[in-house]
């Protein structure tokens, strides 16, 4: 069985510093963090691994300046990461990824299943996992919270409301997961120094090929297009009312009635 996750990364929310009324965006430490639903997808293929024996394969959400994340994953105990090298892209472009993932994993010789977060942190999209099961041709399981497999199949827990159900997909299959629905585990001390330092067997594990030798280089051209950003007015600060509830009340009534369109 092979498990193919595809991870992506995203700056240190603790780093960033929004001030509206200079209307700028300021990063104080760029540092940069595992998607919080793809930490999720990643434990879910490593718990599976351990359950049915598995390889474990990692994948780029988009095309990186570097490969921090890949090395992250195999310390933790993926068996092999595929870094995709090409133009970085400020912005994560589904439809351009798509193609090249799908080549990708037709590459590998396909996969009995692909797992990812169902929304990314940073931009809220949750398109990659549908649009690559469209792609493939298999079946989804799109919000999952845990997942496991027997019998040619794999079940995995959506949230139905107030409560949870098991839902069900045939092999091969795409399943996202939301962000925390599980703690993704500590990377192996070993396998962790091993990976930096480009020693053992490990270090064979992470590969790198070229979006060039994937999809013709007109298919790599983002579909998206940066224009800037906009920030909210600054919000405005309210006022304290004292007085009786009577006198409470007829201010409260007041300033709404002055905030009503006329």
């Given at each position: 069985?092979?498990?193919?996750?595809?991870?992506?990364?995203?700056l240190?929310?603790?780093g960033?510093?929004?001030?509206?009324?200079?209307?700028?965006?300021?990063?104080?430490?760029?540092?940069?963090?595992?998607?919080?639903?793809?930490?999720?997808a990643?434990?879910a293929?490593?718990?599976i691994?351990?359950?049915?024996?598995?390889?474990?394969?990692?994948l780029?959400?988009?095309?990186?300046?570097?490969?921090?994340?890949?090395?992250?994953?195999?310390?933790?105990?993926?068996?092999?990461?595929?870094?995709?090298a090409?133009?970085?892209?400020?912005?994560?472009?589904?439809g351009?990824?798509?193609?090249?993932?799908?080549?990708?994993?037709?590459?590998?010789?396909?996969?009995?299943?692909?797992?990812?977060?169902a929304?990314?942190?940073d931009?809220?999209?949750?398109?990659?996992g549908?649009r690559?099961a469209?792609?493939?041709g298999?079946?989804?399981?799109?919000?999952a919270?845990?997942?496991?497999?027997?019998?040619?199949?794999?079940?995995?827990?959506?949230?139905?409301?107030?409560?949870?159900?098991?839902v069900?997909?045939?092999?091969?299959?795409?399943?996202?997961?939301?962000?925390?629905?599980?703690?993704?585990?500590?990377?192996?001390?070993?396998r962790?120094i091993?990976?930096?330092?480009?020693?053992?067997?490990?270090a064979?594990?992470?590969?790198?090929?070229?979006?060039?030798?994937?999809?013709?280089?007109?298919?790599?051209?983002?579909?998206?297009e940066?224009?800037?950003?906009?920030?909210?007015p600054?919000?405005?600060?309210?006022?304290?009312l004292?007085g009786?509830?009577?006198?409470?009340?007829?201010?409260?009534?007041?300033?709404?009635?002055?905030?009503l369109?006329r």
């Amino acid at each position: 069985m092979r498990i193919i996750v595809i991870l992506g990364r995203v700056l240190d929310p603790r780093g960033i510093v929004v001030n509206r009324r200079a209307g700028r965006i300021f990063v104080n430490r760029e540092e940069y963090i595992l998607q919080p639903a793809d930490r999720c997808a990643l434990e879910a293929a490593l718990r599976i691994k351990e359950a049915n024996g598995a390889e474990v394969v990692v994948l780029p959400r988009a095309l990186l300046p570097d490969d921090d994340i890949l090395r992250q994953a195999l310390a933790r105990g993926a068996d092999r990461a595929i870094y995709i090298a090409g133009k970085p892209m400020p912005l994560p472009d589904d439809g351009v990824m798509v193609r090249v993932l799908k080549a990708a994993v037709e590459r590998l010789g396909g996969a009995d299943l692909l797992f990812t977060g169902a929304t990314t942190l940073d931009t809220g999209q949750g398109q990659l996992g549908p649009r690559l099961a469209e792609a493939l041709g298999w079946p989804q399981i799109v919000g999952a919270w845990t997942a496991e497999v027997a019998d040619g199949a794999v079940r995995a827990v959506q949230r139905d409301g107030s409560g949870f159900v098991w839902v069900e997909a045939p092999l091969p299959a795409v399943v996202t997961f939301v962000p925390g629905a599980l703690k993704l585990r500590y990377p192996d001390g070993r396998r962790l120094i091993n990976i930096y330092r480009n020693v053992g067997e490990i270090a064979a594990a992470l590969e790198r090929w070229e979006a060039k030798d994937l999809v013709a280089p007109e298919e790599l051209a983002p579909m998206l297009e940066r224009r800037g950003q906009e920030f909210p007015p600054e919000r405005e600060r309210g006022v304290r009312l004292t007085g009786s509830l009577e006198e409470i009340a007829r201010s409260a009534a007041d300033a709404l009635r002055a905030h009503l369109p006329r």
